[in-house]
């Protein structure tokens, strides 16, 4: 097929904007706040040095976090589409693959994200009454959820199974609504309203007995875990896991900017906005463990859980049952946890949408329809009594492996394969405010790429000789490594199909030199 009757076949659909920089901004740190900076910034904090946690924090997020996130940013808004249009731009069908990679691993990553989006309004409600009475881990694990003792199970319990159903049509339902009416509408509504609803309760939390001993527990600074890599290391992780870059979010988002924004200013306020509600995290989380370790006169260290599904489902519900008036704390907590996800699965669900638009063609209806099937994946594997084995198995490989891995993959091939860092260094600086160069291109091309690297060794070698959780070996087979083969497999398979489309065919922005010129191209 020529190129003409190619491109004929179907226009190349209009690319949706945000209305302008304040929307973007919010919908940008809509995704990047999401429910690990409320439960996993904290637990890696204390765990990893407590106050001196954040030196390292801070050099990663400036060496690494705000790096990748305007290596996204400039491939999303220079090339104009979706993860695998933008990167097949960039580098053929070569960068194509590492696209489709990226959407392989948010639709995984959608189909339990949901799951806990579904937990965290489940107990929403559920703190109206403190309905899990006094065993919080017993009402969690065996009369909420119905842990099974087998892996995979085709048992469904209804609670679950209810809100999964309720949240997976709320997000769909915004994302039919389009870029603007749906997403940006949705998250200039809902981070106003998540800010104030989780100051109000940090406020709350600092007046509690014990607060004080709680934040010496977070801030304490043990400098001598500084000695220890693998702190820095969790540094890294963090930065990098909470900022949502590498897997096609922040491409996307970047996408539908309009020409002449300031990308740059942009990223600062993400970035830094999404470590702030983190270190705000903190504050809260350890004011309320310092009131329970009070009320249980023991020291925040020697409580459990102080991280993940553990910190947010049994022991803040523990902790809510103690405070005076403790309902209305747990309504704000779980209501801000699930405003948090919603922003996140939102941003995350509009990986897959633009990509499939994109490569097929189709209308935005066309696209949230198809996805549906991520919807009935997703209630096939959490609303049963294995639901929560399935999340946490296929949490840790998509995470730990496929996004660093496609993190390395991607800066390897645009910066040193195809040496595209000074072309998107250029189209930064036409554009943004704060200009960038040789030294963004080390963080993003060498510094960041090395650590991750063994960051990604370090992980696959531990999951290989230990296994994880004392899983059954089948099934982390099955839904642990089959998760990233799954990826490789998208990644394999759908550059091979035919674009709708000419994906090469696009107008190029202006360069550097016409941007100076007055009157010219905008």
Known sequence: MSRSQHTNTAAVPEREQWTGQVGFILSAIGSAVGLGNIWRFPGVAYESGGGA??????????????????L???????????????????????????GWFQVAIAALIAIYYTGVLAWAASYFVFAFDERWGSDTTTFFVADYLQVAGEPATFDFVPGVLIPLVLMWIIALVIMGAGVVKGVQR??????????????????????????????????????????????????YGQVFFSLSIAFGIMITYASYRRRRSNMTGAGFVVAFGNSSFEILAGIGVFSTLGFFAYQQGVTVGDLDGLAGVGLAFMTFPAIVSEIPGG?????????????????????????????????????????????????????LLLGTTSGLTALDTIDQWTNNI???????????????VKGRGGELAKHLNAVSTFRVGKLWIFFAGLLAPAVLTY???????ELVT?????????????????????ALAAAII???????????????WPTNEQLRVKGGAR
């Open 402 to 416: 496929g996004i660093v891995a496609s993190a390395i993959v991607m800066t390897v091939i645009v910066i040193w």
């Open 466 to 486: 230990n296994g994880y959780e004392g899983y059954d070996a089948w099934y982390l087979g099955v839904a642990g490594w089959g998760s990233i083969v799954v």
């Open 494 to 508: 759908l550059p091979l199909i035919t674009w709708r489309h000419d994906p090469d065919k696009f107008e190029a």
């Open 53 to 70: 946690f954040l030196i390292p924090y801070l050099v990663a997020l400036i060496t690494a976090g705000i790096p990748i996130l305007f």
């Open 327 to 379: 309902a209305w704390v747990g309504v704000l907590f779980f209501g801000t946890l699930t405003l948090a996800g919603l922003t996140s699965l939102i941003s995350i669900l509009e990986v897959v949408i633009a990509a499939i638009r994109d490569k097929f063609g189709l209308t935005r209806g066309q696209a949230v329809g198809g996805i549906a099937i991520l919807a009935l994946i997703s209630i």
């Open 186 to 235: 949705a998250n200039i509504v809902i981070i106003p309203l998540l800010i104030v609803t989780f100051l109000v309760l940090v406020i709350r939390a600092l007046f509690l007995p014990g607060a004080l001993e709680g934040l010496n527990e977070f801030f304490s600074p043990d400098f001598a875990a500084l000695t220890d890599p693998g702190v820095w290391i969790a540094a």
């Open 455 to 461: 960051i990604l060794v370090a992980k696959i070698v």
């Open 72 to 98: 996204d940013y400039a491939i999303g808004h220079r090339f104009r589409g979706s993860a695998p249009l933008a990167l097949r731009r960039l580098g053929g069908k070569l960068g194509e693959s590492v």
